[in-house]
């Protein structure tokens, strides 16, 4: 009895056998009541699918990005749509009439729709061109807008969300010149989904209608051929509803994809068991036994070796939910689940039918016409091993060769077909906007204080002005560029140019306003120069001393003059009194002294040189000068040769009529004398000022000088500014470079209403948070965006030490930034698979051989064939068609490529150890004998099975049932029936080891 023969399961193939119609029946009901309790799959899918994208806890962009929405009110940023509206009669009354209908119904859809960019409608962007050239094309016949969706991207919320603001857009639209499309990263995600779901019918029935043709020519019977599509059928029917239930109660992931997946990889699997159980149950009766023991002998022997294989496929797919990525953890459940029902289908329901088609001479085989040429294959490798082992090397290293070349691709658009709603929004949006317009990455600085000052935006255009350096970087947008280059007036070359300009204005007044009064003070300095030279400071100490002196005698006058008015009034009446006048002689004689006395103050005055330059001093000595000679002076003078001339026999009338006005002159001067004081104390008390501040008399005198050198000086000055604006200006021409040009905003444009207007775009609130919009004309799905982006994290992250942004967190948002850490963790994810699915299917090949070293070289075998695979798939799609394989192909195929492969090679090996117990050599004939044509038959039916996913319109499922077809076959007819038997004989009895043959 084999290593692998189970007298359970022989024992088990009975009691079903034994109650054939019951088990049908219960399996009918089954499938009615999975079927008819729960959902049908394509639903559950459409309703609980995963995202295609990381979550936040995996990608700090896609984290960056909800930062970015919450800082700036625009909340689910990561899940936004782009509204793209395109007309050939431009954006008309009418256009513009439904996008502000569309724009109201946006925003009153509060239950979808977390927020609405109009930027064509808001009234700060209606004068501002730049803004609006950024969302409505050049020749004005296209116009987007963004709209944020409830959920995350690809979740079922994000897609009732999404189906929510296309109805509002077609409802808009309907009936109007203008065309309306949904695009960007959540249409795309959607429209996956749809066209996913909506392949699976025609991917079924291409399938079933292939896989019975290649059943047809291996059994030649009708019957035959149709027992694997009934176990096929039932187990589809059980594995969806089984699947659809769990993942409605959100107990297993699942997704459009792994939806479609699941039903090719049931629908190869269940139709391999059977054809396994088939082709044993005929032998069996070919070698002579009844179709009851043959049945039993049958369940016996190969029900062990399909629980290996479903069990390895099964674990290795339930492996794939340690990925971080859920896209690759949902693939995964569902593939699993059918292959546990499809084993169990086929090991109940498959010996229940067979027993029962048994008794009415159905099922039974016929001759076997491809065992001769199975025989001379096995006779040819044992004969020649190492030429058919280096065919078989060559076939696969060949294939594999073109993996090095592999350029994965991260742009879900590319997966879709063209007719998909969101590829012809793009394309819209690609013939009428630049790409980097549309699919720009975001620079998320979030600092620990208010960024709203001088040095921090300095600060923050250095960090954006390194940024812009780097390759790939076409324009770096925020509150310090608002148009993608630095503020004009914060530039440091623009603020020096205009230092020069205003210096060059300066020096040109100069030369027209002030010179000529410089010239005029030099003219005034030089008149005071030669007065203080003549005028000391002694002089007017004396003058100051001399005024009440002067006005005491002046009072003394008007004393004497009261007196003598009244003597003359008397003689007026008195004739007689003649002869008195005559005798006061004496008296007049005093008084013609005490004027006297005023004629020397006159004669000083006379003779000093500051006096003349003083016009109160002037007035002053000429009064007394008319007191003296022409007034009160010359009129006593008169008087006293008047008495005289009495006594010389002048008449006393016309004496006294002269007396008479002299007085009256005398008096009008003598009452001016307390005026002409205070204004002699007014100029003293100049004086005093200027000594007060340290100017004296001397330093008077050289005033002259002085202001003729500050004129030289000034002459100088204004040379020298007129040479320094022209620096200045060669300066800003030479610094007009972003690189050379500096920053600096004066703290008044801080508050500047158009500033303030800037910095709602682009600085959070509280002024902690700023963003940076960073277009390229990198297409933003291909590596080197990625690359970009990983740069900008660097260059963001070195350039906040030793500046105000110190302590700052830099992150990157966008989605080539999101497909960088989406490829960072599906690369970890691969890794984890490949080791995870390897350790899994060494464990099972281990239990099921009781050995080691056989399990090593058929784990490298199927390694090989899924490379060889890869290779093939990278020269089809890559190299022949230009289309470059979808990121997560190599890790979805690599499960099924390699644990179907270990499958037929446990199936061939298992075989090998009961047939090799006396020669390896005699083994391996009979087993390359017994096997090739089920094994083969497995093989066309498998691949049959996932080839029939290219007829689908989802590029991504296309490579991958391509890739696993084409592994498949590679398994089929090079590694089990070249490559294995040949290492087998090279291996001898040492394939067993540890146990014993």
């Given at each position: 009895?084999?290593?692998?023969y189970?007298?359970?399961?022989?024992?088990?193939?009975?009691?079903?056998?034994?109650?054939?119609?019951?088990?049908?029946?219960?399996?009918?009901?089954?499938?009615?009541?999975?079927?008819t309790?729960?959902?049908?799959?394509?639903?559950?899918?459409?309703?609980?699918?995963?995202?295609?994208?990381p979550?936040?806890?995996?990608?700090?962009?896609?984290?960056?990005?909800?930062?970015?929405?919450?800082?700036?009110?625009?909340?689910?940023?990561?899940?936004?749509?782009?509204?793209?509206?395109?007309?050939?009669?431009?954006?008309?009354?009418?256009?513009?009439?439904?996008?502000?209908?569309?724009?109201?119904?946006?925003?009153?859809?509060?239950?979808?729709?977390?927020?609405?960019?109009?930027q064509l409608?808001?009234?700060r962007?209606?004068?501002?061109?730049?803004?609006?050239?950024?969302?409505l094309?050049?020749d004005?016949?296209?116009?987007?807008?963004?709209?944020?969706?409830?959920?995350?991207?690809?979740?079922?919320?994000?897609?009732?969300?999404?189906?929510?603001?296309?109805?509002?857009?077609?409802?808009?639209?309907?009936?109007?010149?203008?065309?309306?499309?949904?695009?960007?990263a959540?249409?795309?995600?959607t429209?996956?989904?749809?066209?996913?779901?909506?392949?699976?019918?025609?991917?079924?029935?291409?399938?079933?209608?292939v896989?019975?043709?290649?059943?047809?020519?291996?059994?030649?019977?009708?019957?035959?051929?149709?027992?694997?599509l009934?176990?096929?059928?039932?187990s589809l029917?059980?594995?969806?509803?089984?699947?659809?239930g769990?993942?409605d109660?959100g107990?297993?992931?699942?997704?459009?994809?792994?939806?479609?997946?699941?039903?090719?990889?049931?629908?190869?699997?269940?139709?391999?068991?059977?054809?396994?159980?088939?082709?044993r149950?005929?032998?069996?009766?070919?070698?002579g036994?009844?179709?009851?023991?043959?049945?039993?002998?049958?369940?016996?022997?190969?029900?062990?070796?399909?629980?290996?294989?479903?069990?390895?496929?099964?674990i290795?797919?339930?492996?794939?939910?340690?990925a971080?990525?859920?896209?690759?953890?949902?693939?995964?459940?569902?593939?699993?689940?059918?292959?546990?029902v499809?084993?169990?289908?086929v090991?109940?329901?498959?010996?229940?039918?067979?027993?029962?088609?048994?008794?009415?001479?159905?099922?039974?085989?016929?001759?076997?016409?491809a065992?001769?040429?199975?025989?001379?294959?096995?006779?040819?490798?044992?004969?020649?091993?190492?030429?058919?082992?280096?065919?078989?090397?060559?076939?696969?290293?060949a294939?594999?060769?073109?993996?090095?070349?592999?350029?994965?691709?991260?742009?879900?658009?590319?997966?879709?077909?063209?007719?998909?709603?969101?590829?012809?929004?793009?394309?819209m949006?690609?013939?009428?906007?630049?790409?980097n317009?549309?699919?720009?990455?975001?620079?998320l600085?979030?600092?620990?204080?208010?960024?709203?000052?001088?040095?921090?935006?300095?600060?923050?255009?250095?960090?954006?002005?390194?940024?812009s350096?780097?390759?790939?970087?076409?324009?770096?947008?925020?509150?310090?560029?608002?148009?993608?280059?630095k503020?004009?007036?914060?530039t440091?070359?623009?603020q020096?140019?205009y230092?020069?300009?205003?210096?060059?204005?300066?020096?040109?007044?100069?030369?027209?306003?002030?010179?000529?009064?410089?010239?005029r003070?030099?003219?005034?300095?030089?008149v005071?120069?030669?007065?203080?030279?003549?005028?000391?400071?002694?002089d007017?100490?004396?003058?100051?001393?001399?005024?009440?002196?002067?006005?005491?005698?002046?009072?003394?006058?008007?004393?004497?003059?009261?007196?003598?008015?009244?003597?003359?009034?008397?003689?007026?009446t008195?004739?007689?009194?003649?002869?008195?006048?005559?005798?006061?002689?004496p008296?007049?004689?005093?008084?013609?002294?005490?004027?006297?006395?005023?004629a020397?103050?006159?004669?000083?005055?006379?003779?000093?040189?500051?006096?003349?330059?003083?016009?109160?001093?002037?007035?002053?000595?000429?009064?007394?000068?008319?007191l003296?000679?022409?007034?009160?002076l010359?009129s006593?003078?008169?008087?006293r040769?008047?008495?005289?001339?009495?006594?010389?026999?002048?008449?006393?009338?016309?004496?006294?009529?002269?007396?008479?006005?002299?007085?009256?002159?005398i008096?009008?001067?003598?009452?001016?004398?307390?005026?002409?004081?205070r204004?002699?104390?007014?100029?003293?008390?100049?004086?005093?000022?200027?000594?007060?501040?340290?100017?004296?008399?001397d330093?008077?005198?050289?005033?002259?000088?002085?202001?003729r050198?500050?004129?030289?000086?000034?002459?100088?000055?204004?040379?020298?500014?007129?040479e320094?604006?022209?620096?200045?200006?060669?300066?800003?021409?030479?610094?007009?470079?972003?690189?050379?040009?500096?920053?600096?905003?004066?703290?008044?444009?801080?508050?500047?209403p158009?500033f303030?207007?800037?910095?709602?775009?682009?600085?959070?609130d509280?002024?902690r948070?700023?963003?940076?919009?960073?277009?390229?004309?990198?297409?933003?799905?291909?590596?080197e965006?990625?690359?970009?982006s990983r740069?900008?994290?660097r260059v963001?992250n070195?350039?906040?030490?030793?500046?105000?942004?110190?302590?700052?967190?830099?992150?990157?948002?966008?989605?080539?930034a999101?497909?960088a850490?989406?490829?960072?963790?599906?690369?970890?994810?691969?890794?984890?698979?490949?080791?995870?699915?390897?350790?899994?299917?060494?464990?099972?090949m281990?239990?099921l051989?009781?050995?080691?070293?056989?399990?090593?070289?058929?784990?490298?075998?199927v390694?090989l064939t899924?490379?060889?695979?890869?290779?093939?798939?990278?020269?089809?799609?890559?190299?022949?068609?230009?289309?470059?394989?979808?990121?997560?192909?190599?890790?979805?195929?690599f499960?099924?490529?390699?644990?179907?492969g270990?499958?037929?090679?446990?199936l061939?090996?298992?075989?090998?150890?009961?047939?090799?117990?006396?020669?390896?050599?005699?083994?391996?004939?009979?087993?390359?004998?017994?096997?090739?044509?089920?094994i083969?038959?497995?093989?066309?039916?498998?691949?049959?099975?996932?080839?029939?996913m290219?007829v689908?319109?989802?590029?991504?499922?296309?490579?991958?049932g391509?890739?696993?077809?084409?592994?498949?076959?590679?398994?089929?007819?090079?590694?089990?029936?070249?490559?294995?038997?040949t290492?087998?004989?090279?291996?001898?009895?040492?394939s067993?080891?540890?146990?014993?043959?």
């Amino acid at each position: 009895m084999s290593h692998q023969y189970s007298p359970a399961f022989e024992r088990a193939g009975r009691f079903v056998a034994k109650r054939a119609k019951l088990v049908i029946l219960a399996w009918i009901a089954v499938g009615i009541l999975v079927n008819t309790a729960w959902p049908q799959l394509e639903r559950v899918a459409n309703e609980h699918s995963v995202s295609p994208l990381p979550t936040g806890e995996v990608s700090p962009a896609l984290a960056s990005m909800k930062e970015m929405g919450k800082a700036f009110g625009r909340p689910g940023i990561d899940n936004a749509v782009i509204v793209v509206m395109h007309s050939d009669k431009g954006f008309d009354a009418d256009a513009q009439a439904r996008y502000t209908a569309l724009i109201e119904r946006l925003r009153g859809n509060r239950e979808y729709v977390t927020f609405v960019q109009d930027q064509l409608g808001d009234p700060r962007m209606r004068n501002n061109p730049v803004a609006r050239r950024q969302v409505l094309s050049a020749d004005g016949t296209t116009w987007y807008t963004l709209a944020g969706l409830a959920g995350d991207l690809g979740t079922p919320l994000a897609q009732r969300a999404y189906r929510s603001v296309d109805d509002l857009v077609q409802q808009t639209f309907a009936g109007s010149a203008t065309t309306a499309n949904i695009t960007g990263a959540a249409g795309t995600v959607t429209d996956m989904g749809n066209a996913a779901l909506g392949d699976l019918p025609k991917i079924g029935a291409v399938t079933v209608v292939v896989i019975g043709l290649i059943l047809l020519l291996v059994f030649r019977s009708w019957f035959t051929a149709m027992l694997p599509l009934l176990v096929m059928g039932m187990s589809l029917l059980i594995a969806r509803g089984v699947i659809a239930g769990l993942a409605d109660r959100g107990l297993v992931p699942v997704s459009s994809v792994s939806a479609g997946l699941m039903m090719a990889v049931l629908m190869g699997a269940s139709v391999n068991y059977t054809v396994f159980l088939v082709s044993r149950y005929h032998e069996r009766i070919r070698a002579g036994e009844t179709p009851p023991d043959a049945l039993a002998h049958a369940c016996g022997s190969m029900t062990r070796v399909i629980l290996a294989t479903a069990a390895t496929v099964a674990i290795a797919n339930v492996a794939q939910l340690t990925a971080r990525l859920a896209f690759l953890a949902a693939a995964g459940p569902a593939v699993s689940m059918g292959v546990i029902v499809a084993f169990f289908v086929v090991t109940t329901m498959l010996p229940a039918t067979l027993s029962l088609a048994a008794k009415h001479g159905l099922g039974l085989p016929g001759s076997d016409r491809a065992g001769a040429y199975w025989h001379r294959m096995g006779v040819t490798i044992v004969r020649h091993p190492w030429p058919v082992f280096g065919i078989a090397a060559v076939i696969l290293l060949a294939a594999a060769s073109f993996v090095p070349f592999m350029r994965p691709s991260f742009d879900m658009s590319r997966v879709l077909p063209e007719s998909a709603q969101s590829n012809q929004g793009m394309r819209m949006l690609n013939a009428h906007f630049p790409t980097n317009s549309t699919m720009p990455q975001y620079l998320l600085i979030q600092a620990n204080s208010d960024l709203r000052t001088p040095r921090a935006l300095a600060d923050l255009d250095q960090l954006a002005e390194r940024v812009s350096q780097l390759e790939g970087v076409g324009k770096v947008v925020g509150i310090t560029r608002p148009d993608g280059n630095k503020l004009t007036q914060a530039t440091l070359a623009w603020q020096i140019g205009y230092m020069g300009t205003q210096i060059d204005k300066t020096s040109g007044q100069v030369n027209t306003d002030l010179r000529p009064q410089l010239d005029r003070m030099s003219k005034l300095a030089d008149v005071m120069s030669a007065m203080t030279n003549e005028l000391g400071d002694g002089d007017l100490s004396r003058l100051q001393q001399m005024m009440p002196q002067m006005l005491s005698m002046a009072k003394e006058v008007e004393s004497q003059l009261d007196r003598y008015q009244s003597l003359i009034s008397q003689m007026g009446t008195v004739a007689g009194m003649v002869d008195q006048l005559a005798r006061m002689g004496p008296s007049v004689e005093a008084t013609f002294s005490a004027l006297d006395a005023g004629a020397s103050l006159s004669q000083t005055l006379t003779e000093s040189p500051f006096c003349p330059v003083q016009p109160d001093c002037v007035k002053l000595r000429d009064q007394l000068v008319e007191l003296r000679d022409k007034g009160p002076l010359s009129s006593a003078e008169s008087l006293r040769e008047s008495v005289r001339a009495v006594t010389g026999g002048k008449t006393v009338t016309a004496l006294l009529g002269d007396m008479n006005n002299q007085f009256k002159q005398i008096r009008g001067l003598l009452a001016k004398l307390p005026e002409m004081q205070r204004k002699f104390e007014r100029i003293s008390g100049y004086f005093q000022q200027l000594r007060g501040l340290g100017v004296d008399m001397d330093s008077v005198k050289t005033m002259g000088t002085r202001i003729r050198d500050l004129n030289t000086q000034l002459e100088d000055t204004v040379r020298s500014m007129g040479e320094a604006a022209v620096t200045l200006q060669g300066i800003s021409k030479n610094s007009s470079s972003t690189a050379a040009s500096g920053f600096s905003v004066p703290g008044a444009m801080l508050q500047n209403p158009g500033f303030k207007d800037l910095s709602a775009a682009f600085l959070q609130d509280d002024g902690r948070t700023a963003m940076y919009l960073i277009q390229s004309p990198l297409n933003p799905y291909g590596p080197e965006a990625m690359r970009l982006s990983r740069d900008m994290q660097r260059v963001g992250n070195e350039a906040t030490p030793n500046t105000a942004l110190a302590g700052a967190t830099v992150s990157v948002g966008g989605f080539p930034a999101i497909n960088a850490d989406l490829k960072k963790a599906y690369d970890s994810d691969l890794r984890e698979i490949i080791g995870v699915t390897l350790f899994i299917i060494f464990v099972v090949m281990c239990l099921l051989l009781r050995s080691v070293v056989a399990p090593l070289y058929l784990l490298g075998t199927v390694v090989l064939t899924y490379v060889a695979s890869l290779g093939v798939g990278v020269l089809v799609f890559q190299v022949l068609l230009g289309q470059q394989l979808d990121w997560a192909v190599p890790a979805m195929t690599f499960v099924l490529v390699v644990a179907v492969g270990a499958d037929y090679n446990m199936l061939f090996i298992s075989r090998l150890r009961e047939e090799s117990a006396r020669s390896m050599r005699v083994g391996i004939i009979r087993t390359v004998r017994q096997t090739g044509s089920v094994i083969t038959s497995a093989g066309l039916v498998f691949a049959a099975s996932l080839l029939g996913m290219m007829v689908g319109s989802v590029n991504q499922m296309v490579q991958m049932g391509f890739i696993i077809g084409v592994g498949i076959l590679l398994d089929t007819f090079v590694v089990r029936t070249l490559m294995v038997p040949t290492l087998a004989q090279a291996f001898g009895k040492l394939s067993w080891w540890p146990s014993k043959a």
